[in-house]
Structures are given as structure tokens and as C-alpha cells.
């Protein structure tokens, strides 16, 4: 659902102004990059680094979230192997040879097999999760990397500026990137560029109506479903059960579709946030020319940070 970042000097304070007074499918952006001279003023310095900040924060809470998400996975599984050792200790227990002969001996033996076996295949997917969580930090914690040096190199630009002491002695020097680091680097921005157009796009759906209308056909497929097993017996263990996840659904999806003003003012923020920090994005690989284009340009949904 992307649309194209466009980067307009306009003097309206609503990110929203059309000719008209009406909202534009892809609102725009109050930061004009071509019209930031080759020797930036110490104002224009301090918006970019500003904004750049904010997308290295932006990407740093996400990464801390996937840190959690993953950690957390990660505790449930050592709960569930703790469970497994006890369970396991107890089929140790019961192989004492005066026992062997003991009808009881046998139904414990048969439950706690059982037991045994759910768990197994309950830490299976519990590993593809934890994979699955690790995976992402990973992924994220490269790319606030990727921020750390753009805005280091944002600053080593702006050394020529006549700047305030107080700002030039908080300036470091960005490393040398290493070949194989550039390739690596360039791609890190492209998925920023792209996660952050794709996130763009969202708040927009979620703005101009399209989210809801999305949100609507599903409230209907789960209503047209619960209407569906309704027609059968209320006695029906199936239909208790798929009745009750149904309904768990419909409650999600129509809390989705409330939005009060303080839930839109913050889609807006977040809308217009985005926007300026596509267009920072634009001026350090477009003016700045740090990073070359990566000749392969493949992105893979479950790194949409919006997500989280």
C-alpha cells in the first residue's frame, strides 16, 4: 500500500493541506531536503540531526520490544523444560522393579507419558517462536546500528559549520565502513526507506478510512461464520468451542475499529513523523550520497515494524 514520498516547502501548518481544504491520499512533508544548501545553516543542522534522532529512537524502542518479545518467549521455554524434568523424574520414579507389576504403576506411566508427549510438541513450537523472536532483534539491532552511523555522519558533514562548542564537542567521527560493510549498510537504509514508506502508508489507510473498510469485511466474514454455527445445536462441543474463538475475533477486530480524537491526533503525529523521516532518509543517500543503492531490493513482511 506505498505511495510516493513527495517533498514540498509549504507554509500551511497541516499536513494535511489540499487545494481545497481536503486531505491528499499522501500528505505533505514540511522539510524541503533539495532546498538545504551544501554549508546547512546551524538551524537546518539541528532539524536533520533532530529528525535523524528520532528515527534511530524510533528503531531502538522496536528493537527493545523485540528483545522482550523474544526474552519472553524464551522464559516460557525454560518454564516448560523445568516442567518436563519434574515430569520426567516422576517416570524415573516409577521404574523400581517391585513396581512393575502394580496396575497403578501403569496408569501413571500411561498419563505421564502423555503428559510427556503434549509437552514435546508444546516446546517444538515454542522453538519456531523463539527462532522466529530471535531473528527479529537481530535484524533490528542491525539496523540502529545503520541509524547510529547515519547520524554520525550527519554530524561529520556539518563539521565545516561555524557550530556552538557545546554541539561540536558531543561530535564523533563516523567509522570507516569496510566493503563488505557498505553492501551491508546500503541495504540496512533501503529497508528503513521501505519499512518506513510501508508503516506510512498504514496510518494513512488508518486516516483517509481504508483501514476500516478492511476491518468491516472482516467483522463481516466472522459474523457470517457465528451466524453459520448458530444453526446447530447449542450442545455441540464443536460449536461451543469455534463459537467462542469466533467471538474473541470480533471483539478484536471491533476494537480496532474505534477511534477517538486522541487516536487520530496520534496517527496524524505519526504520519507526519514519517514523512520527515523519509525525507532525511532522502537527503543522505541522495545528497549526502553515503550509502549507493543495494542492486537487489527484496523485503520481507514479517520486519514491518509498525507491526509490533
Not at 519434574?86 to 506411566?109: C, D, G, V, W
Not at 541509524?147 to 561540536?168: A, G, H, N, Q, T
Request: charged residues 35%.
Amino acid at each position: 500500500m506505498s505511495c510516493p514520498v513527495t517533498i514540498h516547502k509549504i507554509t500551511d501548518t497541516s499536513p494535511f493541506a489540499g487545494t481545497n481544504g481536503e486531505k491528499p491520499q499522501c500528505p505533505v512533508v514540511h522539510l524541503d531536503i533539495d532546498d538545504i544548501s551544501d554549508s546547512p545553516s546551524v538551524q537546518e543542522y539541528k532539524r536533520l540531526r533532530r529528525i535523524m534522532g528520532m528515527i534511530t529512537k524510533f528503531y531502538r524502542d522496536g528493537s527493545n520490544k523485540k528483545k522482550e518479545n523474544w526474552e519472553s518467549v524464551r522464559d516460557e521455554l525454560e518454564k516448560l523444560e523445568f516442567d518436563q524434568s519434574m515430569t520426567q523424574a516422576q517416570l524415573n520414579a516409577l521404574n523400581q522393579p517391585s513396581f512393575r507389576s502394580h496396575p497403578k504403576q501403569i496408569e501413571y506411566r500411561t498419563a505421564l507419558n502423555e503428559e510427556m508427549e503434549g509437552r514435546n510438541k508444546e516446546k517444538e513450537k515454542y522453538l519456531v517462536k523463539q527462532k522466529e523472536f530471535f531473528d527479529l532483534y537481530e535484524w533490528s539491532k542491525g539496523i540502529v546500528t545503520v541509524c547510529e552511523w547515519l547520524e554520525m555522519s550527519i554530524d561529520d558533514y556539518c563539521k565545516k559549520m561555524e557550530l556552538p562548542e557545546r554541539i561540536k564537542k558531543h561530535i564523533k567521527t563516523p567509522p570507516e565502513l569496510k566493503p563488505e560493510q557498505i553492501s551491508t549498510f546500503s541495504t540496512g537504509l533501503d529497508e528503513i526507506t521501505h519499512n518506513l514508506a510501508e508503516s506510512q502508508d498504514f496510518f494513512q489507510a488508518s486516516i483517509d478510512g481504508r483501514l476500516i473498510k478492511y476491518h468491516g469485511i472482516e467483522k463481516k466474514l466472522i459474523e457470517d461464520q457465528l451466524e453459520a454455527v448458530r444453526r446447530f445445536s447449542e450442545d455441540a462441543p464443536r460449536r461451543q468451542y469455534i463459537e467462542a474463538e469466533l467471538l474473541k475475533d470480533l471483539e478484536y477486530v471491533e476494537s480496532n475499529m474505534v477511534d477517538t480524537p486522541e487516536s487520530i491526533n496520534r496517527k496524524e503525529k505519526m504520519l507526519s513523523n514519517h514523512q520527515e523521516f523519509l525525507a532525511v532518509l532522502k537527503f543522505t543517500r541522495e545528497k549526502l550520497h553515503l550509502l549507493p543503492t543495494p542492486a537487489s531490493q527484496q523485503y520481507d513482511s514479517k520486519y514491518d515494524h509498525y507491526k509490533d
